[in-house]
């Protein structure tokens, strides 16, 4: 009998990213995304998307390069927490306990094998609204704002790897996050992996770095769950002069419609029209993805399809460090 | 420390309901809502949506009069079964294993409190299509059917039920279901229950039987996940006379895009045209709609208000058994 | 062979509507339905959706009752107003020139029989988008705002009638309007009417007074050509109650779907989600709908039916003016 | 005082196209947009979408190469049938009446001065259905099929020139049609323009064609008005290996959503997602796109930029027949 599935890691708390350009980051999020400032502090912004029930989704904080800050996941219950932090431990990529931040309480540290900064926590502080955002849809923590074209909660991080199938295999050993989807090239390397803890098809993927480098970010997703969304939102993108790298369109992998764009700072953003398929099969076997069917259908089923620069643009920005196999 | 969530059941794996017009059923499954025809067997019809993974998600059996059948969930694996078998052997309400049916291995049987006939089970087969429906898109079974308005994938059933709180608590304690909202009168009584095993808000429902009957099927629900499908199918049960109930609306509890019909054999079908809101934290505290809220945008967020039939119809029809208190 | 059709009218040019509560009414429609404003003057505000192309749709103008101002209509030339004017002081109901009002030229004004008050003209004012409200797509007037949920365009408007068949067929005989669609009771009276110079079915529609007074005002329609628009404006208008008479759904008549709310000033506001069916026919032939079709389609296809208040509430509200036949 | 508008030609009556693949052409049309067969006959097809209110449409005719066969308009009488003969006998470019074809009455051929063959006629047949597929919603011609993604109505038609101003001229003094928006290139030569004689952007186009050809089809469109319906077409292009050769996206010029597909006979179709802005203004002052603006966000507003081939392929297929200037 195989092994059990471990339903430890539960859900992806927020995402930090970092901007040289604060001011234009916020407008970005704020302004055109539709969300919401819970607190500036120092040299960070807490951000959330109006249906996202804790202090913040998002941490943006100014820094001289664009990428990112750390990830954080949150745990099924406090056992699992202490579970997990031991396996962390022992896989010699722990950092140690941290006492929190606004919005949470003690986190444990941990990187990927490649050095993202990661973060597994239990205690979480939710979002009170004021009395004027107050909904009698009382499954919403908030109304929804009447300013852009609002985002309703943050989706998944995508990270940029030197080694997919090295930090998926972390990810899956130490956390129990489930494949989902892989790209595998025919000299049996990876491209990429879709990685999840929930019903989701991803919380988490990696996709290779096709300059070599470590730690980068690929992007960050918030969901809006209505396809109509991505047309008013690619329409406000064109006249306000931000620009769309891909989409709207419709994924293969994940069969999300989806929509890639720069924030004003440089980091990719994506945005989900709708959740794509959602994974119920506790037995799921990985979809896999090969030159020729990736190609027939993978990354973009329909629409536009990704420039180049997709698989080699990450934030930070970074010269070729090394020559790249098998890309 | 709290006790720790169990993960043991993990996915609504199909649902049979009866019908005293099979013929009627059928085309109304297939024709109208393109689902696709695995195996038609003796008096029973078994069947399953484009993006269903499994032989099927409905079976269709003939009866005198239409109602449900069972309801069969899956465990998250082979030891997760063994240990909820023992718990409902505990319960007083398991009824012992089957060899299974077409589709499925062995399962274990057993009824809620009120009689509802359920299975859970761990082996099941895999729709495998044939050549001319394989599709490109390799995390689709098949091809999308190019007939009617096609469903994607078996969402939810709701249960009418003469004591909601004794059921649901029933599906609680024993199988691990977490209750994600629920309408509470002012006395103190409930009128419904909302439980998932995963992110939906909800795989089972429980509501309130206004005619104090017990074992009632209130409806099953396939999803589209796109919300203009239901303009669609709308347009088209319009056309060929199929009664539309309410809809297309939108829920308060679930937030869901919904339409409600009934199918010529008379059991009452929903569609969902976008998964509403989805629940990914671990500590989620039940959403509590009283009788005041409930009428402020629970049932019904916007679009037509449900009839008082709704609250009524349910399959088998049958007469009014007995007063009934806070209804 | 027959008389062939009068092209002289050209287009529902904008629509005057008084307000008891102009603070309400123009929060209304900038901040949710995201219109601009041209211009605030004396007790006016003149307003206009982002794809409005003259300086004004919408005159607000606060008055002691909510209700129709005027209706103004544009020619399709100067020759065109010019034989209109004559064929309006030949109808009796010819109320002779003004000098205009902000944003347009010398109009003619004159009267429905039921004495709604109407104009037509041909010389207007073209809005001019401010450097910042530029945008990249020319044949958009200016950017799409980022507040509430922004309609596209005016409409239509409609008019409550004492008696249908004469207000019709003044607007077809004197100004070339077409009949498309007309609901005609058993006794051969008429319960409605619609009216277009162009694809749309109608700028203009009749419905009968359930008062049986005169003057009043149905509602106006603001388009916004998108159908999930309407689901987006609905959850707004639930969340800051506004409330909802009925939709969203879909009408027969029209094919448009549709949702009706309440401006704070008390006058009904109709918003389109798509342009229903065109019609491009120039030899169409009136869809006539009797008691029997109109319920089985006609004004509500599917959604929630409207209430009887739809067919009695208008603006200014009356007493019961006369005993009324055929309602 | 300006002249005034010519209102004569009222719509476009059908197209036909033809095929060197009629039975993949028919597939085509039927399968996948759900068109309705009228009738059979010698080498053609008639078809029409399920809200065309005519005989057809489109006429398929078997053929050895793809191509335009002839595009029909119909007049707004049979007055301005007869003067618009006149002004054609007048331009040299008549040809001179036929008998008509099946569906339609005596037609008067001419061609445009590249050649492309059209008829203008009054007298039409409309389609009777059968009883099973009335429906009770009135404007509607037949019930919505439940085969494939059915489109609701012909559009418009795209034609390649060798000259675009010599050829829209032509429609535009001869036929009345007005000019909506154009590309004019820095040279002062026109690479497009878009000509309607109702409410729509454009019931004809002319597109500069790159290979200095004449008289070659660019595209037919037929009309969903819904935007999710590009979605669900692509899915199944793309499941069912038909060609999408850009979108779903939005053009600039239009503001349309819409897709391009080759059917398997070899022509270009796109579809239409919504009407795009719809022009009401009867001094509507021709929208002219530049070299600049045209690639800032005409050609395409947003998603997959067309490719090369857009501007160079047309059916039929031609060798470079001359040194292209401009383009």
Redesign the interface.
Same mark, same amino acid.
Do not use: C
């Given at each position: 009998?195989?092994k059990? +599935?471990i339903?430890d890691v539960?859900? $992806?708390a927020h995402v930090e990213i970092y901007t040289p350009n604060p001011e234009g980051t916020l407008w970005f999020f704020r302004? $055109?995304l539709g969300m919401e400032v819970t607190k500036q502090e120092g040299q960070s912004v807490y951000m959330r998307a109006y249906?996202d =029930?804790y202090h913040h989704t998002l941490k943006i904080t100014e820094a001289a390069k664009p990428g990112l800050g750390h990830v954080a996941w !949150?745990? @099924? @219950?406090?056992?699992?927490l202490e579970r997990r932090v031991k396996a962390l431990e022992a896989s010699g990529l722990g950092k140690g306990w941290t006492d929190g931040d606004l919005g949470h309480g003690p986190a444990y540290r941990f990187t990927t094998p490649d050095g993202h900064l990661m973060e597994i926590l239990w205690e979480v502080e939710y979002y009170q609204p004021p009395e004027d955002k107050k909904?009698?849809? /009382? %499954?919403?923590p908030q &109304? !929804?704002p /009447? !300013?852009?074209i609002p985002v309703?909660?943050l989706d998944h991080v995508n990270l940029m790897a030197s080694d997919v199938r090295v930090n998926r295999t972390f990810m899956m050993d130490y956390l129990g996050f489930r494949l989902r989807?892989q790209f595998v090239r025919n000299d049996g390397s990876e491209g990429g992996a879709w990685l999840s803890v @929930?019903? /989701?098809?991803h919380e988490l993927a990696f996709m290779f770095d096709g300059k070599g480098a470590k730690g980068r970010l690929h992007h960050v997703c918030y969901w809006y *769950?209505? +396809?109509?969304?991505l %047309?008013?939102i690619?329409?406000?993108? !064109?006249?306000?002069g931000i620009k769309?790298e891909a989409?709207?369109? &419709?994924h *293969?992998? @994940?069969?999300a419609?989806f929509l890639y764009a720069f924030e004003p700072g440089g980091n990719r953003v994506e945005l989900f029209g709708? +959740?794509g398929? $959602?994974i119920?099969?506790?037995d799921w076997k990985p979809?896999? =993805?090969d030159e020729e069917?990736l190609y027939?259908?993978?990354a973009i =089923?329909?629409?536009?399809?990704v420039p180049a620069e997709y698989f080699l643009y990450g934030t930070p920005e970074v010269e070729e460090t090394a020559p790249v196999s098998g890309d």
């Open positions: 009998m195989e059990e +599935p339903f539960h859900q $992806l302004d $055109l249906e =029930w !949150r745990t @099924s @219950s406090p056992q699992a909904t009698p849809l /009382l %499954n919403r &109304k !929804r /009447l !300013r852009g309703r909660r989807e @929930s019903a /989701l098809t *769950g209505y +396809p109509h969304e %047309n008013q690619a329409d406000v993108f !064109r006249e306000v769309i989409g709207p369109g &419709k *293969g992998i @994940s069969q419609l709708d +959740p398929y $959602l119920f099969d506790p979809i896999r =993805w069917s027939a259908g993978g =089923w329909y629409g536009s399809p």
